[in-house]
């Protein structure tokens, strides 16, 4: 959409941390689009093909258009590499890095406190992005270890320039997005309240990265409860719960909940589903001596038109190797 008397609303892209945050996930993404009364949102953050977002908005019938690719990318980290590479072999060089790497661990630290769509938005974390790119400028000069970013930036306002509508934007981006788009701004909240899309989202994001405390039968009869949405379809809430089985050694059910996914799959679901069903259901195959049909299952992930990479890498060494489970014979 481009042109009119719409505005430019820049929506900040978390990228995969948007796994982590139970109140501003996919899910939650999703809700906002639709409470800003959008069918499309335009695309201008990273290429990567395994984001959260490229499952969840083709899901919810929201449309992706493409808004800008950097073209320079591979190019850009290569000579940052080359760079850093460069600076670690002198004394001041090494000085110089280690105080880039508090900075981004400082700003790390302020993406992966609680976060939810008014925070994200808010001055505080605004103000983190900008501290934390003057703080790898003052650390790194200008440069190759700065230069790559300020091209990009500066090719990205320039391909915005007469959009109108939602584009999601790299989060760090938008301080320097809004001082060189004066007519672009940040969606207004209102009363906006994440609901049940969120909700699942976030159970769903939860089950899929286990940790020692967790209460796995609290978990489990989670799962079990809902039935799913478009974006979190009943089939993974029961892939979910099959891994949590399969976590603990539980084969005939993580088998059960996973040939039960794999036959609920529809050309509809979120598109690395099939892939990520496939490759755990070839891994349970396996672990319980059933050969043969792990690696057809394997097979069947590689033969997908898209699977996201953790499902490749899995089908490919199921193939090599028969999976086991850890500390079985």
Request: a negative charge.
């Given at each position: 959409?481009?042109?009119?008397?719409?505005?430019?609303?820049?929506?900040?892209?978390?990228?995969?941390?948007?796994?982590?945050?139970?109140?501003?996930?996919?899910?939650?993404?999703?809700?906002?689009?639709?409470?800003?009364?959008?069918?499309?949102?335009?695309?201008?953050?990273?290429?990567?093909?395994?984001?959260?977002?490229?499952?969840?908005?083709?899901?919810?019938?929201?449309?992706?258009?493409?808004?800008?690719?950097?073209?320079?990318?591979?190019?850009?980290?290569?000579?940052?590499?080359?760079?850093?590479?460069?600076?670690?072999?002198?004394?001041?060089?090494?000085e110089r890095l280690r105080a880039a790497s508090r900075a981004e661990r400082e700003f790390a630290a302020v993406l992966t406190a609680p976060l939810t769509p008014g925070r994200a938005l808010?001055?505080?974390?605004?103000?983190?992005?900008?501290?934390?790119?003057?703080?790898?400028?003052?650390?790194?000069?200008?440069?190759?270890?700065?230069?790559?970013?300020?091209?990009?930036?500066?090719?990205?306002?320039?391909?915005?320039?007469?959009?109108?509508?939602?584009?999601?934007?790299?989060?760090?981006?938008?301080?320097?997005?809004?001082?060189?788009?004066?007519?672009?701004?940040?969606?207004?909240?209102?009363?906006?309240?994440?609901?049940?899309?969120?909700?699942?989202?976030?159970?769903?994001?939860?089950?899929?990265?286990?940790?020692?405390?967790?209460?796995?039968?609290?978990?489990?009869?989670?799962?079990?409860?809902?039935?799913?949405?478009?974006?979190?379809?009943?089939?993974?809430?029961?892939?979910?719960?099959?891994?949590?089985?399969?976590?603990?050694?539980?084969?005939?059910?993580?088998?059960?909940?996973?040939?039960?996914?794999?036959?609920?799959?529809?050309?509809?679901?979120?598109?690395?589903?099939?892939?990520?069903?496939?490759?755990?259901?070839?891994?349970?195959?396996?672990?319980?001596?059933?050969?043969?049909?792990?690696?057809?299952?394997?097979?069947?992930?590689?033969?997908l038109g898209y699977a996201p990479a953790v499902a490749r890498d899995t089908a490919e060494a199921g193939l090599h190797e028969a999976f086991r489970l850890e500390g079985a014979g």
């Amino acid at each position: 959409m481009t042109g009119g008397g719409t505005p430019l609303i820049l929506l900040p892209d978390l990228g995969d941390l948007f796994r982590l945050h139970p109140a501003f996930n996919a899910g939650t993404a999703v809700e906002l689009l639709r409470f800003l009364g959008v069918s499309e949102v335009g695309w201008a953050s990273g290429a990567d093909p395994d984001h959260p977002l490229r499952d969840a908005l083709p899901a919810a019938r929201l449309r992706i258009r493409e808004t800008f690719r950097d073209d320079g990318a591979a190019q850009a980290e290569a000579d940052h590499e080359q760079f850093v590479s460069f600076l670690a072999q002198y004394p001041q060089g090494r000085e110089r890095l280690r105080a880039a790497s508090r900075a981004e661990r400082e700003f790390a630290a302020v993406l992966t406190a609680p976060l939810t769509p008014g925070r994200a938005l808010g001055a505080e974390v605004l103000e983190a992005a900008r501290a934390y790119h003057a703080a790898v400028r003052a650390a790194l000069d200008e440069g190759p270890g700065t230069r790559w970013r300020e091209r990009r930036l500066g090719a990205l306002a320039d391909a915005l320039v007469g959009e109108s509508g939602v584009v999601l934007v790299p989060l760090d981006d938008l301080p320097g997005l809004l001082d060189r788009l004066p007519g672009a701004r940040l969606p207004s909240l209102g009363d906006f309240t994440p609901g049940e899309t969120s909700r699942l989202r976030a159970l769903a994001d939860r089950a899929w990265q286990l940790r020692e405390d967790d209460d796995l039968g609290a978990l489990l009869d989670a799962l079990g409860r809902e039935t799913g949405d478009a974006v979190t379809p009943k089939a993974e809430l029961d892939a979910a719960a099959a891994s949590i089985h399969l976590a603990v050694g539980d084969l005939p059910a993580a088998r059960a909940l996973l040939e039960r996914a794999a036959h609920a799959l529809t050309d509809e679901m979120p598109r690395s589903l099939p892939g990520l069903v496939l490759a755990r259901l070839g891994q349970v195959r396996d672990a319980q001596g059933d050969r043969d049909l792990a690696r057809r299952t394997y097979q069947a992930v590689l033969a997908l038109g898209y699977a996201p990479a953790v499902a490749r890498d899995t089908a490919e060494a199921g193939l090599h190797e028969a999976f086991r489970l850890e500390g079985a014979g």
